[in-house]
């Protein structure tokens, strides 16, 4: 199994800056996409809305409402991904969540993993 972890949610004013971090263990092989989705407060019905993905190769994807803001990257070596946060509106206020693409050691197919959340709050 894989284990993802995130950290580096918290409160901080409209304009500032926060940086989410996610970091994979476990027996894992090898891991093909990392992603960063959020779900608004108060929605837990509604699908998760991608914020931005990082493939093995570092090509990237964002959401348009992030773009030019967030910049999502990874440390390969560390099973890790980032995602840091620039220019913070009241509207990002949202559970995120990283996912990732991961292939057990000794396995045959890719299978999604999420982590457990972390909340970002930006007060106006």
């Known amino acids: 199994q894989v284990q993802l972890v995130e950290s580096g949610g918290g409160l901080v004013q409209a304009g500032g800056s926060l940086r989410l971090s996610c970091a994979a263990s476990g027996s894992i092989g090898s891991i093909n996409v990392w992603g960063w989705y959020r779900q608004a407060p108060g929605a837990p019905g509604l699908q998760r809305e991608l914020v931005a993905t990082i493939t093995s190769g570092g090509s990237t994807n964002y959401a348009d409402s992030v773009k030019g803001r967030f910049t999502i990257s990874r440390d390969n070596a560390k099973n890790t991904v980032h995602l840091q946060m620039n220019s913070l509106k009241p509207e990002d206020t949202s559970v995120y969540y990283c996912?990732?693409?991961?292939?057990?050691?000794?396995?045959?197919?890719?299978?999604?993993?999420w982590g457990q959340g972390t909340q970002v709050t930006v007060s106006s």
């Open positions: 996912k990732t693409n991961a292939m057990l050691v000794g396995g045959y197919a890719y299978a999604e993993y």
